[in-house]
């Protein structure tokens, strides 16, 4: 089983509109952290945002935020905003604790931008 | 502040070369990863060091070997090239093992083996 869904190959967005990128994940571990990074077409890998297992309230950073459900294990991004710059590919990823020290991914979403 | 280097950034090989991919980081990061990216998947973990003078296998080691020659830099080393290898493969680096700590990647080193 997957630990780690991204069910949107591609979504396209107007800029100024908000998107949001599903992610949703799999793990009876209790204590897991979850990541999305971006990945332009440059090729590098850049960390967006983190919401940990523990985190009452959902995460922040810019115009990026996680609407984290843990019952439902989903932990989506939220671009408000969009830019011609977020056009990239998105990557969900979980740390579980006990399972070590690897950051699980998700196949990722393309997100397209236009003007 | 550099953060997290590969070398080289591109490299052909032909089916049996050997190589070693090069990364440093200067975050003062403990951990350090090599990760593989292919086509329509996302990263899958090689090899990770957890702390300076640890190394452990992680999802995809075979083939594959690893050097933490100290406390910034990892090299993960190929012995014999098969095609498969072909793939972007990145390194990446945090300030400790645990499952909140984030990961910095290094920019990449496009691998082809012909």
């Known amino acids: 089983a997957q630990k780690i869904t991204q069910t949107q190959p591609g979504m396209f967005v107007q800029e100024k509109e908000a998107v949001t990128l599903d992610c949703t994940y799999d793990t009876s571990d209790q204590s897991y952290g979850l990541f999305w990074y971006k990945q332009p077409s440059s090729g590098e890998m850049i960390f967006l945002i983190y919401q940990g297992s523990y985190d009452e309230q959902n995460a922040t950073e810019g115009r990026y935020s996680l609407n984290f459900q843990k019952a439902r294990k989903s932990a989506n991004l939220v671009i408000s905003a969009s830019q011609l710059g977020d056009s990239a590919m998105y990557f969900c990823?979980?740390?579980?604790?006990?399972?070590?020290?690897?950051?699980?991914f998700g196949k990722g979403t393309t997100l397209s931008v236009s003007s | 502040n550099a953060g997290v280097t590969q070398t080289p950034k591109f490299q052909v090989l032909k089916t049996g070369q050997s190589m070693t991919l090069q990364c440093a980081q200067d975050m003062n990061h403990n951990s350090m990863y090599w990760y593989r990216q292919d086509p329509g998947m996302g990263l899958r973990l090689i090899y990770y060091?957890?702390?300076?003078?640890?190394?452990d296998k992680g999802e995809v080691p075979n083939g594959y070997n690893v050097s933490r020659l100290n406390k910034r830099e990892f090299s993960l080393r190929l012995e014999s090239a098969a095609p498969s290898q072909t793939s972007v493969y990145f390194c990446?680096?945090?300030?400790?093992?645990?499952?909140?700590?984030?990961?910095?990647f290094g920019p990449g080193t496009r691998l082809t083996v012909l």
């Open positions: 990446a680096s945090s300030e400790l093992a645990g499952y909140y700590n984030e990961q910095f």
């Open positions: 060091s957890a702390s300076e003078g640890t190394t």
């Open positions: 990823a979980m740390r579980e604790r006990q399972a070590g020290t690897a950051l699980i």
